[in-house]
């Protein structure tokens, strides 16, 4: 009875006085409509670089497909709620406009584009959340820079979100959301002009100068400690260079934010390819999934049109601090070791029961890896995919390490602690079952060597309940049980690996894998239990 009210005390104890005045603020009735005419637009002061594309949305002149799931819009009209509803904000994000190949498609933009404008008023309803309104107005401005004629009514539309948007700020999320706010605010300051417009790059510019140190930390990184919303993150600072090259004066202050902009977009490119795997793949640790982000290619030639670059990552052992994550190259294996906090205490929806997780790939191909992410919203499945048991990690029970619940929340949170990286190992340990009878502690040590890998975990006090470790195998492998303890991985019929279970109880099971959003695939798994709080595995790779 009194675990739901102390679940919520410890998810809701650390938020900002911000975000709590931000949500009292939504409360309060929407704001009307400013329906004047657009300010003018701006003279172009450079030439606009070409984004990296989207994959295609739009497959016919109503029917699109976001995340695995196509629906009709004659059909499911702009906001049916028996459709997800991240799906619908997808909806209204037009990113299309965009995205690979979009000249084909010309026809069923402009009517798409068209249709909107005549069926989604101002007003409550997803069309225009903040979220959506930023993510859209930013589209829309991306594609009339990108040469694509806009009509009075476009122009109208813009001005018209760009003063809805300025007026609800997600200062109860903050985070990315917040920052996606201020963008597309700087992109309709940049874009317009006259006194209205400056308001609107003055609000967006101030947002930005207070989030960038908050939100970029000194290694590079994302402060939410997601690959994906990092890649996203870093697509964001690339257009806001892009924009005020092609937009803005020399007078203009957002002339100022340019040499923050080019140092943190150099070193979000560095962290961004230092937890990406060869095959291109970034590394699952919190919500992270395929196909959402451009790929890191796509960012690092986006990047070197902006005239930034930085150097690859290379042999030896990088730990990536205060991000907390540690990157191991050896001989034909890149490894990914999670010690990292599970992000901001005020902002940890995207968040996972993964920490002294890991990935590893051999010869360009993954071999153990994080189950993913393959929905959001609230239920099983997503309970499951944040959950401890979907990550390469020791589980107590069927506890998680940090307490992730309601799809976006977090309770109790694990913290790592005795974190050392030496040239050839990496040790660490994390308090997150310490709620538990004898406040058990896990210890993980990653030992590498040139052609295997010894994980060790120690719990102690040993718990009273099972202890798991698993080694979430990649989709495509498959494991045959060689001899007892030892076990082989295969693709088709070449062997890949070997694990050999040192201490411990294994067994193979099957688990699901969140190829991208909507798509899941069966994968082996081995699960090794805990013997008297202790348990080791030997992986080696072979030629």
Same mark, same amino acid.
Do not use: E, T
């Given at each position: 009875m009194w675990a739901r009210p102390g679940r919520l005390w410890r998810t809701v104890r650390w938020l900002k006085p911000i975000q709590v005045i931000g949500r009292l603020r939504l409360r309060l009735p929407q704001p009307r409509p400013d329906l004047r005419v657009a300010p003018q637009q701006r003279t172009s002061t450079g030439p606009w670089v070409t984004p990296p594309g989207r994959v295609p949305s739009l497959l016919g002149p109503t029917r699109l497909r976001f995340l695995a799931e196509e629906h009709d819009l004659a059909e499911v009209g702009w906001d049916d709620p028996s459709v997800a509803l991240l799906w619908r904000y997808n909806l209204h994000y037009f990113d299309d406009l965009n995205a690979i190949a979009g000249a084909s498609r010309r026809v069923w933009q402009h009517a798409?584009? +068209? +249709?909107?404008?005549?069926?989604?008023? &101002?007003? &409550?309803?997803?069309?225009?959340?903040?979220? &959506?309104?930023?993510? +859209?107005?930013?589209?829309?401005?991306k594609w009339v820079l990108g040469g694509e004629a806009a009509d009075e009514s476009l122009l109208h539309s813009l001005a018209v979100q760009a003063r809805w948007l300025e007026r609800r700020l997600e200062w109860h999320l903050l985070g990315n959301h917040l920052f996606a706010n201020a963008k597309a605010l700087v992109f309709a300051g940049l874009f317009f002009e006259g006194s209205e417009a400056d308001r609107w790059l003055s609000t967006g510019l101030a947002i930005l100068r207070r989030e960038l140190p908050e939100q970029i930390l000194t290694d590079g990184g994302q402060f939410e400690r997601t690959p994906m919303y990092h890649a996203l993150a870093l697509e964001d600072l690339l257009d806001l260079l892009n924009v005020i090259d092609a937009c803005a004066p020399a007078t203009s202050p957002a002339q100022a934010l340019v040499p923050d902009l080019r140092r943190y977009s150099t070193a979000m490119l560095h962290w961004l390819r230092c937890l990406r795997h060869p095959d291109g793949a970034l590394a699952r640790f919190n919500d992270t999934a395929e196909g959402i982000a451009p790929p890191t290619d796509e960012l690092e030639h986006y990047a070197a049109a902006m005239g930034l670059t930085t150097a690859m990552p290379g042999d030896g052992v990088l730990s990536l601090q205060p991000s907390g994550y540690v990157r191991v190259q050896r001989g034909a294996a890149v490894a990914f070791i999670d010690v990292a906090p599970i992000g901001p205490d005020y902002l940890p929806g995207h968040a996972h029961a993964d920490t002294l997780s890991f990935e590893l790939s051999v010869d360009g191909r993954q071999l153990i890896v994080n189950r993913g992410t393959s929905i959001y919203g609230i239920g099983p499945r997503r309970q499951w995919e944040r959950g401890t048991a979907a990550h390469s990690t020791v589980q107590i029970g069927a506890r998680d390490s940090s307490e992730v619940w309601a799809g976006f929340r977090v309770g109790r949170r694990a913290r790592p602690q005795a974190v050392r990286v030496e040239a050839d190992a990496v040790d660490a340990a994390h308090d997150g079952y310490r709620h538990l009878p004898g406040s058990p502690v896990h210890r993980r040590r990653w030992q590498f060597d040139d052609d295997g890998l010894l994980v060790q975990d120690w719990i102690s006090p040993a718990p009273a309940e099972v202890a798991t470790a698993r080694w979430h195998f990649a989709p495509g492998l498959r494991l045959v049980n060689e001899r007892t303890g030892t076990w082989l991985a295969l693709e088709g019929e070449r062997a890949l690996a070997r694990l050999e279970v040192v201490v411990g109880q294994a067994r193979l099971v099957s688990t699901l894998h969140a190829q991208r959003f909507g798509q899941v695939v069966e994968a082996p798994t081995l699960d090794i239990i805990l013997v008297n709080g202790l348990a080791a595995a030997r992986l080696t790779w072979i030629a």
């Open positions: 798409l584009v +068209r +249709r909107w404008l005549a069926d989604n008023q &101002p007003g &409550p309803g997803s069309a225009w959340a903040p979220y &959506p309104v930023s993510l +859209r107005m930013v589209n829309w401005f």
